[in-house]
């Protein structure tokens, strides 16, 4: 198993929903600041949502009030309920540590498409 390994991507119409969840190693997840960024086809990859230990949250304006960040302490998981799906959230989504290092998992995809 790798440092991330995310899952919950899917194919799904504008308007619906997807939950994203990330298994991260003990080193990694025992990290302040968790973050769920995404990659879409010759773009940049963008800090979509992040979360620290005490669950302080952060999101990036075009997703504010749609996504919504969690993590499980217990269970070393990450979680990204996504909901009113429009076709411009279309990208690979990535959970990471920014402060930890570490290889990038492989992703899970998400695609919006009529």
């Known amino acids: 198993q790798g440092q991330f390994v995310e899952s919950g991507g899917g194919l799904v119409q504008p308007g619906g929903s997807l939950r994203l969840s990330c298994a991260a190693s003990?080193?990694?997840?025992?990290?302040?600041?968790l973050g769920w960024y995404r990659q879409a086809p010759g773009k940049q990859r963008d800090l979509v949502a992040s979360i620290t230990v005490s669950k302080t949250t952060y999101y990036n304006e075009a997703v504010k009030g749609r996504f919504t960040i969690s993590r499980d302490n217990a269970k070393n998981t990450l979680t990204l309920q996504m909901n009113d799906l429009k076709s411009e959230d279309t990208a690979v989504y990535y959970c990471?540590?920014?402060?930890?290092?570490?290889?990038w998992g492989q992703g899970t995809q998400v695609t919006v498409s009529s």
């Open positions: 990471y540590a920014p402060s930890g290092g570490g290889a």
């Open positions: 003990e080193s990694m997840f025992r990290h302040y600041i």
